[in-house]
């Protein structure tokens, strides 16, 4: 049997006295694409955070490649592979799109980073035409693709996205997706955090359902699709 | 700028304008210039503040109706221009200003050769500024953390030197690692209980944190002497002194290498250390910007959380910053207090946080070039300038003014270098 990339073990976090996560397992193997579908507050950005170890679980073990990451640094994991593509999009204002790919090279230094800038502009043209706009000039998509090329520009094995289509536009919501879809044909293992259900569900493998801090329901990405549940609470279906 | 695009001369907002500025100078002056006060009563001169407010107005329309007119407009646009992008350098750009390097190296060589003792000073005091500047623009230029107790760093290194000769009869040579080592310390001290904060708080405690420094230093008298201050040992080169004659019977540094008495060989040779120390701190920190923790503090300066979720440490961040920063801080204090001769708390007021954060914001947050220009032009100006010494508060606060509009971004915009093609990659 593989070890998954990445594994979740009876996870617990606390923020003071407030719970977040509670009992969490969870797992990601290779080559996978896995969304965690949940509403507002159910703890999935503080999931994602605690890979990095921001905040660190309470009880439990986070296992990346079969190693034990609970207690390891931040830095330790973005270098050993993990990157992130932060809730909100979290782009470098000031700095111009160029400048902000190159932060994404923090982890894992700057020796493939002229090549890598230009397979990121390959991958998304529209920022290559922007590369000297500071960000904060970009569209809201704009953004999003730079938050996603900068997670990129540290080579992950496992790309983490926190709600990519928040606040979008559907018509860019699709854009971002098929961007997702492409770079899931190309191989790469894609954790993806949503609320938009039906547009994760359909590009991914596998999904998780999550209310307040609990994994409720697991499931193939059609299987969750076709749950009543699911329909009426995040569906809007009847 | 989204001005409208008008081809003819409009003249009402010129107009406007100036009816705005002048009352605004009314208010300003009105109550300054036109109430004299005259023993227990007082005198008013309507006329002096007609002139003033005449000139604000006159003025203001003038200027208002070129910044209006074809001309003016394409200023403003070129001005306004210079934020909308920001450039990645090509690994190979050579700056229009690189000529200036070599210049200045030449210039910093020969001036010992021509300079008198007092140029000699003004020039060891910029350098000091200059250390002072580039550290503090790791703190704030960099990482984004507004620190208005750097000064507290400053006289850590200076009192250090102080009191490791007093108490421990330290030299020169061995408090200068120590200086910087304990500086970066308190750096490390002040950083942990600040992590948690940003912009206001965390300016307003090391606002506090400076003060308490300075405020220890005045008052405890049996360790520092208070407001006196306490001496400081001339430096010595491989224990040779530059006074006329050696104490405790050695020999001084112009009997050994057969040279004349020289009362400049002191300063010569504070120069000389500051000199090399400047460029080496240049160099070390041209190195760490282009390294993973140089790009890690600019991260934190544009977003905290971001920093995070690329799983930036940011304690470890914060805290390398400010201990950077201080230690720096510490080494010009040690040069400071050689060669100020003696040491006391009225040199490490707040007045001096803010001149040296003056100078980070005037060279450009975050560029290098740029603070050691404006080093020299806050510390040497004002002392070349000695008739204008009184003004030059409301100098800076001029100069000031006219950066936050035309220059947001400092004298010097701080440009990253992108990165060497490798051959063999395709484009
Ligand atoms: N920094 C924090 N401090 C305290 N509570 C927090 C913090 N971040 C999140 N929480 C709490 O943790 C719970 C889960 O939040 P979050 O992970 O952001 O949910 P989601 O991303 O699913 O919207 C919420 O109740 C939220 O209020
Ligand atoms: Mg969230």
Redesign the interface.
Known sequence: MSVPLLEFRNVDLHYGPIQALRQVSLHVEEGETVSLIGANGAGKSSLL?SI?G?PRPSAGQILYRGEDITRK???H???GG?????EGR???????V??NL??????I??AH???D??RMFALFPRLEER????AM?LSGGEQQMLAIA??LM?RPRLLLL?EPSLGLAPIVVKQIFQILRDLAAGGMTIFLVEQNANHALKLSDRGYVMVNGQIRLSGTGEELLGNPEVRSAYLGGH | MNMPERSSLDIRQPLLDSVLAGLIALVVFGPIVGVVLDGYGFNLQPARVAWIVGTVMLGRFLLSLFLHSVIGRGWLQRLDGGG?????LAPDYRSRLRWIVPLVLLAAVVLPFFANKYLLTVVILGLIYVLLGLGLNIVVGLAGLLDLGYVAFYAIGAYGLALGYEYLGLGFWSVLPLAALTAALAGALLGFPVLRMHGDYLAIVTLGFGEIIRLVLNNWLSLTGGPNGMSVPAPTFLGLEFGRRAKDGGVPFHEFFGIAYDPNLKFLFIYAVLLLTVLLVLYVKGRLI?M?IG??W??LR??E??C??????HVLVKLSAFMLGASTAGLAGVFFASYQGFVNPTSFTFFESALILAIVVLGGMGSTLGVVLAAFVLTVAPELLRSFADYRVLLFGMLMVLMMIWRPRGLIRIS?R?????PG?A?
């Open positions: 955070m990095f921001q640094s931040a830095h994991v973005a270098s993990v990157a992130q593509s932060p979290r782009v470098f204002p000031d700095m111009s160029e400048e190159l932060m994404g090279t923090i982890p230094g700057t980073a002229d090549e800038l230009r590369r000297n706009q500071r000039t900068r997670a540290s926190d | 909308a992008g920001v450039q990645v282009r993973p790009r890690a600019e991260a544009e977003d959380i971001a995070r979720a690329m799983g930036l440490n990253r992108g990165f060497a093609q490798r990659v484009p």
